[in-house]
């Protein structure tokens, strides 16, 4: 086979390879998994920067979103974005800097300041909704994925409520100390904590806290559970 063929094969083959392989980060859930379709966005769902109020100053880190359980709303995030939830007065969700959900009071957490790979059970926080919201919640999932199946990360770009991401994974494992996945293509970690983690029935089955690479560790439903019960 001359080198011209070869060459030829070699493009072909690439261009299959990406089209096959192509990165998942797409809109609303235009993207479909190997065995799931990704859940299908409306484009409300409230998800944007945490922006903390403490007694003397105030700063915007990680991700904060609208969970719905019970008949009541509360904004959900990762417990090291905030570090210790005492101090805290209250919270926005904030797209840019205009608020989309403005000062939900905290109301269950732990003081964490790290995040753990392997238990990831203390790294979440609550806050209480005061205002009612029209939509843009979700919904907790009857039972943790197994490991194999499809999750998705969803959050917005450059702290821009209307460009959110759904990033496609496989589950490693999970158990009741940690949720953990490895994602499709090579994603940056950076401000994702706080990020809902959802099935393919846009319910809620983690809360994204930390990863490395394409490894990736959430909160997992038993101990998000366990936190309502406690409010």
Known sequence: ?????IAILLVVAFAAYMFLYRSPEVDYGQFSGPEETAPRMGGNEIVGH???????????????????????QFVVSASHVVGNIKDVD????????????SDAKPAFGPSYSTCNMDDARRDVSFYTVNSTLAGGEFSIASAPPKAGQNVWMFCTQDGKAEKKLLMAAKVTSSSDRALKYEFLSRVSFNGTSGCPIINSNKQLVG????????????????????GLDSI
Do not use: W
């Not at 209250?90 to 959900?101: E, F, L, N």
């Open 90 to 101: 209250s919270v926005d969700v904030v797209s840019g800097s205009t608020p989309i959900v």
């Open 50 to 72: 945490l922006l903390i109020y403490l007694s003397q100053r105030s700063y915007s880190a990680g991700h904060g979103f609208v969970l719905s359980h019970e008949s009541q």
């Open 1 to 5: 086979m001359d080198l011209k063929k």
């Open 207 to 226: 809360v994204n806290v930390c990863g490395h690479a394409k490894a990736g560790v959430a909160v997992p439903v038993p101990t998000i559970l366990d």
